[in-house]
């Protein structure tokens, strides 16, 4: 078995280098070098005896045949920018491996592995592209932003009707690293995911007036960097100040952003989680109020526009608990726990039962070069997928 998981690290690590930034990680929705990412997986899947094609939102797909009903493995193949080897791809490795694995086995389900073509919002700043496809929920604004990405990548736009998931698909499962501390301080080597958190996406734009640092007197500046400076200290306090929420500013955009100029605006991205909704739509109220006073305060103007507003997504309990017992099965404690992190399980999650599965990450480190996993974990990880599959249904 261990031959079997080095051989998914091995592939994690390959693919890894296919970027659009020599020595770094860095693959967006549909950039060139997922051309290669494509071809290396679909040489590995017509192997072993998939039925592989690209649906008309970039995503890769193979379909073992075999009996019903159909089991879906997903998970994404874009990353953040200078990324993990093992972010969003380890799912879809894992699942192409465990075809090999029961490729040659006469009682399995039919197994559909899909690699999204877009999870991170990198390349738009809108997340789910892939999944949202899949799952007929993509809307025609975000379809229209990205139809010059999809038709470069040699595929029709207005075809995206059939990407939806076969009206056979009984179950979804996705793998994936937990990104965070939680295992690793359980000293555990995987988790049954119950719940993903709901997410806020928002831009916050803070508007003074740009003037010259030199003749400006302090008193009657209008410097908008102030006021987000402020104002992110206090969604730092906002969120430090109430449990289970978590809150992040983790980009600014300065404008004229030159040395001798008092920034005139400055664009703030501000996400927001929490696994009950209200709590996290009540922080974003919050929040938000804040912006406005500190701008009232300071001389400048706050606005915003909204880029998610994603509900906290339960996983489905006959199939969390059908996991479970294959966690166990293959001799691994079972631990239940949320997922702080989105996925693609929870856009499709409301269209298809749904599990996921998180492996541990060494260290609680992801979106990082650093990131990385056990060998251990990813034979526990395939082990419990196989007695998953194996399953009656």
């Given amino acids: 078995?261990?031959?079997?998981?080095?051989?998914?690290?091995?592939?994690?690590?390959?693919?890894?280098?296919?970027?659009?930034?020599?020595?770094?990680?860095?693959?967006?929705?549909?950039?060139?070098?997922?051309?290669?990412?494509?071809?290396?997986?679909?040489?590995?899947?017509?192997?072993?005896?998939?039925?592989?094609?690209?649906?008309?939102?970039?995503?890769?797909?193979?379909?073992?045949?075999?009996?019903?009903?159909?089991?879906?493995?997903?998970?994404?193949?874009?990353?953040?920018?200078?990324?993990?080897?093992?972010?969003?791809?380890?799912?879809?490795?894992?699942?192409?491996?465990?075809?090999?694995?029961?490729?040659?086995?006469?009682?399995?389900?039919?197994?559909?592995?899909?690699?999204?073509?877009?999870?991170?919002?990198?390349?738009?700043?809108?997340?789910?592209?892939?999944?949202?496809?899949?799952?007929?929920?993509?809307?025609?604004?975000t379809l229209a932003i990205a139809e010059p990405a999809i038709q470069d990548f040699g595929l029709e736009p207005s075809e995206i009707g059939q990407a939806r998931l076969a009206p056979e698909s009984a179950g979804y499962l996705e793998f994936h690293i937990e990104q965070g501390p939680v295992l690793e301080s359980l000293q555990l080597p995987l988790g049954v995911v119950e719940a993903i958190a709901g997410q806020s996406r928002l831009e916050v734009i803070f508007e003074g007036q740009s003037n010259h640092a030199g003749t400006t007197p302090m008193k009657l500046r209008h410097d908008a960097l102030n006021a987000a400076a402020q104002w992110v200290l206090r969604v730092e306090q906002e969120a430090s100040a109430h449990e289970g929420l978590v809150a992040t500013v983790g980009r600014f955009n300065v404008e004229p952003n030159a040395t001798n100029v008092v920034p005139g605006r400055v664009t703030a991205s501000l996400d927001v989680r929490h696994t009950c909704d209200d709590n996290r739509l009540a922080a974003v109220r919050q929040l938000l109020a804040a912006a406005e006073s500190i701008a009232?305060?300071?001389?400048?103007?706050?606005?915003?526009?909204?880029?998610?507003?994603?509900?906290a997504v339960p996983m489905d309990a006959g199939l969390c608990d059908r996991l479970a017992r294959a966690v166990e099965a293959a001799g691994y404690p079972v631990h239940r726990m949320s997922s702080g992190a989105g996925h693609d399980a929870m856009i499709v999650a409301p269209h298809v039962p749904s599990a996921m599965l998180f492996l541990r990450s060494p260290g609680g480190i992801s979106h990082s070069p650093r990131e990385s996993v056990l060998l251990e974990d990813v034979e526990a990880a395939f082990a419990a997928g196989e007695k998953f599959l194996c399953q009656t249904w």
């Fill in 1 to 141: 078995m261990s031959i079997r998981a080095q051989q998914v690290i091995d592939w994690c690590r390959k693919l890894a280098t296919l970027s659009i930034e020599p020595g770094r990680t860095t693959r967006p929705f549909l950039c060139p070098p997922m051309h290669e990412v494509h071809r290396l997986l679909k040489e590995w899947m017509n192997r072993i005896g998939m039925q592989v094609s690209v649906d008309c939102a970039g995503n890769l797909r193979g379909v073992l045949p075999g009996d019903s009903p159909r089991m879906v493995i997903a998970s994404h193949l874009d990353t953040v920018p200078n990324a993990g080897a093992f972010d969003g791809i380890l799912g879809v490795v894992l699942g192409i491996a465990l075809c090999e694995s029961l490729s040659c086995q006469a009682a399995r389900p039919t197994i559909e592995v899909i690699g999204f073509s877009e999870e991170e919002g990198v390349r738009y700043g809108i997340p789910f592209i892939g999944s949202r496809a899949v799952t007929g929920t993509l809307d025609a604004k």
């Fill in 296 to 311: 009232a305060r300071r001389k400048v103007t706050a606005r915003w526009e909204e880029r998610l507003n994603q509900p």
